[in-house]
């Protein structure tokens, strides 16, 4: 166990791999909020310039990453005078991840934030793990390499951060964890009446603020279906010791039942800055400048099964979690293509769905022996999808 967090302790050293993007910029603020407690070692972004070179005066980084190559003169002559280190390109980010720091943001969105995310793992150092897809495609040798090095990875995904924080960590009589989810914007329209969604429609989360894709990831139930994925691993559980139900409140984030009856839950308002402070003081806790929960309000909290017929990426998750391989990375990686499509206007909203379950029938199982394995299942299925997509304009 870490010793107890303090503001009055020497600053702790973090770096935020994708802080432009939305637990980046939420984490950023968290940072603002408690300048004395917290130095900036170095801040990624992938094509965000302007915002990264704001984010780097304004914090003092030690470094500053664009991943696009073709944007480093910008970040170097918007950073010029400054002190401030800066580099481009995919190596650059990943030597960043690298950096010596007490605490490592891991935000890169989709299986890009990887090969960063398992190296800042291999430095042994604290690591908040916001990029979802680094376990749900490459879990067991993420999880490995988290016992080899030492390192401590804490959830940020506002589901697994509630389990995490009344999971016993012994493990003693844990029955099943039930993560919760809001239901996205079309929760109560039936798949016929999907026809037609925009993508202004399908980023309007009914009760977070959350980036493009992931909220697609939520209209489609696809982020649940992941993180179903991401779960298995996170807390090694059997696919039948995960539930999800759907809670359109976003109060109750998520339970863990015991076999004693007793269901343990976090609640808190739906902000990501609270999952957010606690990896960043873990063990301890600092306030938040998020949103709090006021209980003196009438609170409805209501819970109901999920229709895994209406969203089926939930059936196709646990198909995935039950073959292993490289069955997780594959859908992954069709989503991404998907939705990419769908952002773009080339497809239908209800076609990421489907393209995600012809991908998976298009491409035979494969065992998995290492890292390369995964960056080919996930290559090999973006090719398919990319094809299904062509198809389907």
């Known amino acids: 166990m870490q010793p107890a967090f303090s503001l009055d302790a020497a600053p702790k050293t973090v770096t935020i791999l994708g802080s432009t993007g939305s637990v980046g910029r939420s984490t950023v603020d968290l940072i603002k909020g408690h300048r004395n407690a917290f130095q900036v070692q170095a801040l990624t972004a992938h094509k965000n310039v302007d915002l990264l070179a704001e984010q780097a005066r304004e914090l003092g980084a030690q470094l500053a990453v664009i991943g696009d190559e073709a944007l480093y003169p910008a970040l170097k002559s918007a950073l010029a005078g400054t002190g401030i280190r800066t580099a ?15 605490w490592t943001m891991a935000a890169i969105v989709g299986a890009a934030g990887m090969k960063a ?3 800042a793992i291999k430095q ?18 993420m999880m490995e390499a988290v016992r080899k090095s030492g390192a401590v990875l804490l959830p940020v995904d506002s589901e697994h951060n509630a389990v995490f924080q009344v999971f016993d960590a012994e493990r003693r009589g844990i029955k099943r964890i039930i993560l919760t989810a809001s239901g996205g914007p079309f929760l109560r329209r039936s798949r016929a009446e999907l026809v037609g969604i925009t993508p202004e429609e399908a980023v309007k989360h009914p009760t977070w603020a959350m980036g493009a894709k992931i909220s697609i990831d939520s209209a489609t139930m696809m982020n649940k279906s992941l993180e179903i994925i991401e779960a298995a691993y996170l807390f090694n559980l059997k696919n039948k010791q995960i539930d999800v139900l759907i809670h359109p409140q976003s109060i109750v984030h998520s339970m863990v039942e015991y076999i004693d009856g007793s269901i343990l839950s976090q609640m808190g308002a739906p902000d990501m800055r609270t999952p957010i402070a606690y990896t960043m003081a873990w063990p301890d806790r600092i306030k938040t400048t998020g949103d709090t929960l006021d209980l003196k309000q009438k609170l409805n909290l209501a819970f109901e099964p999920i229709d895994t017929e209406r969203f089926y990426a939930i059936k196709l998750a646990r198909q995935a979690l039950e073959a292993g391989g490289g069955r997780p990375a594959v859908l992954n990686a069709a989503n991404e293509v998907a939705v990419e499509a769908f952002l773009a206007r080339k497809i239908a909203f209800s076609a990421i769905e489907e393209i995600a379950d012809k991908t998976l029938q298009k491409l035979p199982p494969k065992p998995i022996s290492g890292l390369e394995d995964v960056f080919a299942a996930d290559s090999e299925a973006r090719s398919i999808a990319a094809t299904l997509v062509t198809a389907l304009k």
């Open 88 to 102: 481009a390109g995919e190596k650059a980010v990943i030597e960043a991840a690298a950096q010596p720091s007490d």
């Open 117 to 119: 995310t398992l190296e």
């Open 124 to 141: 042994g150092r604290t690591v908040a793990l916001a990029n979802k897809e680094s376990l749900v495609c490459a879990g067991p040798f």
